[in-house]
């Protein structure tokens, strides 16, 4: 039989697989899984993470990165010291090490390294750079479900994430990737508020992104800084300061204390806040 008189089977076919109720297209297929959900065959839950998981290919990483402005990092020339209240006040697991500024990533520190060489060193004047696990790098172009193969492949938990130019813009984690499939992963340090700005809290004081806006701030620790002259914390601190703030460095402002805890040579990074006692 000739391709000319073979030219109805595809359409045949397509007709056989509609009229059988078989989803021919995504769209076509969300529809059964809502009716589907209708019946009560899928609850809210399972549907939602169905579509999620059907939308994942669709996205690309620059789309749920962490920007550059908010990654926490440390740098090579840290001391042990000067390492640990980072890694202990951020609450992360994974820290980019950079040499200098944030476009060198040399590698990747992991805290569990860290607490073991630690542990079995005891000494803190060992040359912590040779824990640096190597660092991936990753296009901001990737789509996110070839992204997950290759993180379930690697091991890898984090990637750096580059533009054309190799410029480091953002990093991604795979719990970020996670996230889109079955929504936010809160473990406890999380907190709710602030766009995860709030990194930790306890009864007297938190950690907080310096890029945490001032209106949220307030809204979140009841107090009354001035949201006007500007729009983070951060820019707060280092007008009180008059300069770049560097890391040890502290302001009073209205019934709080705030503490540098990270910063690079642009701008602070982590801040310590600390609640006033009443008078």
């Known amino acids: 039989m000739s391709n000319r008189q073979?030219?109805?089977?595809?359409?045949?076919?397509r007709l056989w697989l509609f009229l059988r109720g078989v989803p021919l297209s995504r769209?076509?297929?969300?529809?059964?899984?809502?009716?589907?959900?209708?019946?009560?065959?899928?609850?809210?839950?399972?549907?939602?993470m169905m579509e999620r998981v059907a939308a994942?290919?669709?996205l690309q990483v620059d789309q749920v990165m962490v920007a550059r402005a908010q990654m926490v990092t440390v740098d090579s020339s840290q001391t042990l010291d000067e390492l640990l209240p980072v890694i202990i006040e951020s609450a992360h697991s994974r820290f980019p090490v950079t040499g200098g500024d944030r476009d060198t990533v040399l590698?990747?520190?992991?805290?569990?390294?860290?607490?073991?060489?630690?542990?079995?060193?005891?000494d803190h004047n060992l040359p912590w750079e040779r824990l640096l696990r190597p660092a991936v790098f990753i296009p901001e172009s990737k789509?996110?479900?070839v992204l997950l193969q290759e993180f379930r492949a690697s091991r890898n938990h984090m990637a750096i994430v580059v533009d054309e130019y190799g410029g480091v813009v953002g990093l991604i984690t795979i719990e970020d990737v996670l996230e889109q499939i079955v929504g936010d992963i809160e473990d406890e340090h999380d907190v709710d508020e602030g766009a995860g700005m709030v990194l930790r809290r306890g009864t007297d004081y938190c950690v907080v992104k310096a890029m945490m806006p001032i209106s949220s701030f307030n809204q979140i620790f009841d107090t009354a800084l001035n949201p006007l002259e500007f729009d983070t914390l951060g820019g707060l601190v280092t007008s009180e300061l008059g300069h770049l703030p560097?890391?040890?460095?502290?302001?009073?402002?209205?019934?709080?204390?705030?503490?540098v805890l990270s910063a690079d040579s642009r701008l602070p990074?982590?801040?310590?806040?600390?609640?006033?006692?009443?008078?």
């Open 269 to 279: 990074r982590l801040l310590r806040v600390t609640r006033k006692p009443l008078p």
């Open 246 to 259: 560097a890391r040890g460095e502290s302001v009073d402002l209205p019934g709080i204390h705030v503490e």
């Open 27 to 48: 769209e076509q297929l969300f529809n059964v899984l809502r009716q589907a959900h209708h019946r009560e065959l899928l609850d809210d839950d399972t549907l939602l």
């Open 143 to 145: 789509r996110l479900n």
């Open 6 to 13: 073979q030219w109805w089977r595809p359409v045949i076919s």
């Open 107 to 122: 590698g990747i520190l992991l805290a569990k390294d860290l607490l073991r060489h630690l542990r079995e060193n005891g």
């Open 56 to 58: 994942v290919s669709d």
